[in-house]
């Protein structure tokens, strides 16, 4: 998804900007609204919000849970969740976010 397409409309608030708050440790619909004010208008993208939250890497398809259930299993760094889910192995966008998630193992 190109980073600069926007998802909320009322507020203004673009893909990039759900994927930065996810960086800082966004993992709920409520916590994305707080942090970027996204959904906080008319709700229209709280699906599409919720959609970007469910997903980590979009190169390989692997999902917010495939990645934290490889952290849980002892993946302690971004290169070995990349062997366990191939999160990261792609372009590397996500790499940030899968470090944040080995941080805060959530």
């Given at each position: 998804?190109a980073?600069?397409?926007?998802?909320?409309?009322?507020?203004?608030?673009?893909?990039?900007?759900?994927?930065?708050?996810?960086?800082?440790?966004?993992?709920?619909?409520?916590?994305?609204?707080?942090?970027?004010?996204?959904?906080?208008?008319?709700?229209?993208?709280?699906?599409?919000?919720?959609?970007?939250?469910?997903?980590?890497?979009?190169c390989?398809?692997?999902s917010?849970?495939?990645?934290?259930?490889?952290?849980?299993?002892?993946?302690?760094?971004?290169?070995?969740?990349?062997e366990?889910?191939?999160?990261?192995?792609?372009?590397g966008?996500?790499?940030a976010?899968?470090?944040?998630?080995?941080?805060?193992?959530?």
């Amino acid at each position: 998804m190109a980073g600069d397409k926007i998802i909320c409309h009322c507020k203004n608030v673009s893909y990039i900007d759900i994927r930065k708050a996810m960086i800082n440790g966004a993992r709920t619909l409520d916590e994305i609204k707080e942090m970027t004010g996204a959904s906080t208008g008319c709700g229209r993208c709280a699906g599409e919000i919720e959609k970007i939250l469910a997903s980590v890497c979009g190169c390989k398809n692997v999902s917010l849970e495939e990645v934290v259930s490889a952290v849980k299993n002892g993946a302690d760094t971004v290169d070995k969740v990349g062997e366990v889910t191939k999160a990261g192995t792609g372009c590397g966008r996500c790499k940030a976010l899968i470090q944040n998630v080995i941080d805060l193992k959530k």
